[in-house]
């Protein structure tokens, strides 16, 4: 255990605490989560669950584990989620007490850049009585999509602000398929008064080749009369060869969720996939990974290990057995870090591998970001690749994010607008309030192209809940000028009619119009 390196430094923790319960003298886990706490590039999560651990294994430890959690707690390049989980160890761990936790989770909350999920999971750890009046704000705020606002809460007396919010989702022309799945999920758990009503709503859904599959997946969980139906209806799209290979590939996803032991049917299916030579590698080596319970996983090695087989299969390969045998990681971070070093790769390809290099362990981390700063200060790269290697940077070496940052800012004059704008977005998954600025000013440069100013607005209304105004001007603008394509209208139409009630209607009346056409 001690010399896997590359396991994923949370579960090396939590195997070593469990370990050390039955050892008389639990020396070697000790040593391991002194250095896992004080190692400043491990993620924030990975330190606070060794400082929990550390702490209940030797009660010594507390006084130091709880200052180191607490300087981390008020630095300034820790992000809202990250606050979220150090409070929430800190509260583990009895070094706060309710109110003090209480105001640090209310502070995220009431911070104008945090994320409705942020939010939502602060919230769920406050026992202030202004609770349930925040969680029906986080209900109704329709700028935030409805599959992450009408999450199933706790609460009765948000029974009937959940059933009028998703009845509202499923009704308004603003509302994509998807959407108006995800509110027919939510009609269905928020009370069993509503049931049959939820149930009728994903039958027309599943009716509909766009959203079957997950109104089906949504149906499924409605009972076992329906579970069988949608298995039925899956089996039915796995066995029609008139059916595009892509939707029988997902009816195999879904029937394999949803039973413990599939069907004869459908092992020959993913076994004529993966032996067909006229079938993608991709989808040859996903096929393999399914059966993995039926034959193992000696094929996705050997194809894993094969030099002939181009470096993106590869690549895919190694991130399917990161989780299994020592030596598959052992194999998995070296070539990973092989495709990631190597200039002749393409440019996304490498990211890509700098990415899934971090999941290996302190070793992996360590590969993963130099590789990306490499990648981040090379100018013969393209932007897009230079602001995707900051970003791998920040995460797999937080104590770097300065200097990642700095990349950015940089990266944030870039002339391309589009580009730019993916250089002000990283930069808002760091300093969210640094970013509101570039953002407000890219949404009202009636100057850019059209689709860059409305990903803008898109963009600022993600990073700052109380800059509506300036985005609401420029998607109306872009709905209604007709010289534009419809489905950039139809697009700006929908962000106006969730973000504006005063432009609510004029922005329905514009989207039947546009739909009709």
């Known amino acids: 255990m001690a010399d896997d390196a590359h396991l994923p430094a949370d579960k090396r923790g939590d195997a070593f605490t469990a370990l050390a319960r039955f050892e008389p003298n639990p020396t070697e886990a000790i040593v391991y989560l002194e250095s896992a706490v004080s190692d400043k590039d491990a993620s924030v999560d990975e330190r606070g669950r060794a400082a929990r651990n550390l702490a209940q294994l030797d009660r010594s430890h507390w006084a130091s584990c709880v200052a180191t959690l607490k300087r981390m707690l008020i630095h300034s390049m820790v992000t809202l989620e990250e606050q979220v989980g150090l409070v929430k160890r800190l509260g583990e761990l009895n070094a706060l007490r309710q109110g003090e936790i209480d105001k640090l989770n209310l502070a995220v909350v009431h911070h104008p850049s945090a994320p409705t999920t942020i939010r939502r999971n602060a919230l769920e750890r406050v026992a202030d009585r202004t609770r349930d009046a925040l969680f029906e704000e986080l209900v109704t705020d329709r700028t935030t999509p409805p599959a992450v606002r009408l999450t199933r809460h706790t609460s009765p007396s948000l029974t009937d602000v959940m059933v009028k919010e998703s009845r509202e989702v499923l009704t308004a022309v603003e509302s994509t398929p998807t959407e108006r799945v995800a509110a027919a999920v939510a009609l269905a758990g928020a009370s069993p008064q509503v049931g049959r009503e939820a149930v009728d709503a994903l039958t027309e859904l599943a009716s509909k080749r766009a959203t079957r599959f997950r109104a089906w997946r949504a149906l499924a969980t409605c009972g076992t009369p329906h579970r069988r139906e949608v298995v039925a209806s899956a089996l039915g799209v796995v066995g029609d060869e008139a059916e595009p290979l892509r939707a029988r590939v997902r009816a195999v996803g879904l029937i394999k969720d949803l039973l413990q032991v ?47 087989t181009s470096s993106t299969i590869r690549w895919l390969a190694a991130r399917m057995l990161v989780d299994y045998r020592p030596e598959d990681r052992a194999k998995g971070a070296a070539w990973l870090r092989a495709i990631a070093a190597d200039t002749a790769q393409r440019p996304a390809l490498r990211c890509a591998a700098a990415a899934d290099l971090a999941r290996f362990g302190a070793p992996g981390r360590a590969h993963s970001a130099e590789i990306a700063h490499g990648m981040a200060v090379d100018d013969a790269l393209p932007s897009t690749c230079r602001v995707r290697a900051a970003g791998i940077l920040s995460q797999a070496a937080p104590s770097r994010r300065p200097e990642a940052l700095a990349i950015l800012r940089e990266l944030c004059a870039t002339e391309n607008p589009l580009h730019r704008l993916l250089a002000v977005e990283a930069v808002a998954a760091i300093a969210p309030l640094e970013a509101t600025n570039p953002l407000r000013a890219m949404t009202r440069d009636r100057g850019l192209p059209p689709v860059a100013r409305l990903r803008s607005a898109e963009a600022l209304v993600a990073n700052h809940r109380e800059q509506r105004e300036p985005a609401v001007i420029a998607v109306r603008e872009v709905a209604f000028d007709e010289r534009l394509p419809q489905h950039v209208r139809v697009r700006a139409a929908r962000n106006l009619a969730r973000w504006s009630e005063v432009f609510r209607d004029d922005a329905r009346r514009l989207l039947c119009t546009l739909l009709e056409r």
Do not use: C, K, M, Y
């Open 262 to 308: 599939p069907p004869a049917e459908v092992l020959d299916f993913l076994r004529r996939i993966a032996s067909d030579e006229r079938t993608p590698s991709w989808r040859r080596i996903d096929a393999l990974f399914r059966l993995r319970n039926v034959q193992g996983l000696d094929g996705i090695r050997a194809v894993r290990d094969d030099e002939r």
